[in-house]
């Protein structure tokens, strides 16, 4: 790749509005401004100076900022830089890109990214051939980009989280819980919590709940010689009768029969 070639792409598939290869000469700079739009930088070579919310971030080699829209910011240079950067459009897209960087990502955002170093090559040669196929492959190659991006993002405090609530409802299966309950174990309020549990699981927590309650019900009965009274005991039923109808509203047949079934398919 030539750090001196300065390269703009339009017309590209949504949600991508431009993505461009800029080479900035040493003391250059942009005034505070902001865009409609979430902003990528990646750093090729050399240092950015990115002002926001009153703090100066030294961006470097292999490190990627993510700008959301309206966020008011300047950008200098002493010695210049070359970047690769992403503007994506205003409106959502249908794939659903802008939606989860919406829902993920809220503030300014520096992650240490050196892997896309890797991946320039490729996304400058297809944003450069013009050909319908070619534009699609570029988009598919800043697709795995942008959701690797979110992944990173994310990674670290929603695995804790969701390794949190898992570990707990697991726990817990033998005895009916509340909603308190868990929100009071992962120091929550209960209506983050609900947030938080619909956007990973797509459910409320009391569903994911049920669910593992049956998923462990239907382990059960398909791997283990317990009665059902003893499963409808350990799972934290009342008594069969109730543990029976629970189980019928979820899996459309009775205990009795999902075993007999199981067994039989075996």
Not at 14 to 32: A, C, G, L, Q, T
Not at 33 to 62: A, M, N, S, W
Not at 68 to 90: C, E, M, S, V, W
Request: glycine share 4%; charged share 25%; proline share 3%.
């Amino acid at each position: 790749m030539n750090h001196e070639t300065e390269f703009l792409f339009t017309a590209l598939p949504e949600p991508y509005y431009e993505v461009n290869f800029y080479n900035r000469k040493e003391h250059w700079e942009m005034s505070e401004h902001h865009h409609l739009y979430y902003q990528f930088i990646f750093i090729i070579h050399g240092v950015l100076f990115l002002h926001i919310d009153g703090e100066t971030y030294p961006l470097k080699r292999g490190q990627l900022c993510i700008i959301p829209p309206h966020r008011k910011h300047a950008l200098k240079t002493d010695q210049g830089y070359y970047q690769f950067g992403i503007n994506l459009q205003n409106e959502k897209d249908r794939k659903g890109l802008i939606a989860l960087f919406e829902a993920y990502i809220h503030d300014f955002t520096v992650l240490e990214s050196p892997e896309v170093l890797d991946r320039l090559p490729s996304i400058e040669k297809e944003c450069g051939e013009f050909t319908k196929i070619s534009k699609i492959k570029a988009a598919n190659l800043l697709d795995q980009l942008l959701t690797a991006c979110i992944e990173k993002a994310i990674g670290g405090t929603e695995i804790v989280f969701k390794n949190q609530l898992l570990t707990f409802l697991h726990k817990n299966l033998h005895r009916k819980i509340t909603l308190h309950e868990v929100s009071r174990e992962l120091t929550v309020s209960h209506s983050h919590l609900e947030r938080l549990v619909n956007r990973e699981f797509g459910c409320g927590v009391i569903e994911l709940f049920n669910q593992l309650r049956i998923d462990k019900a239907c382990s059960l009965l398909s791997n283990s010689n317990f009665s059902i009274e003893a499963i409808a005991e350990h799972l934290g039923f009342y008594d069969t009768s109730h543990f029976s109808h629970f189980f019928k509203q979820k899996i459309k047949m009775n205990p009795t029969q999902y075993r007999k079934l199981k067994h039989w398919t075996k």
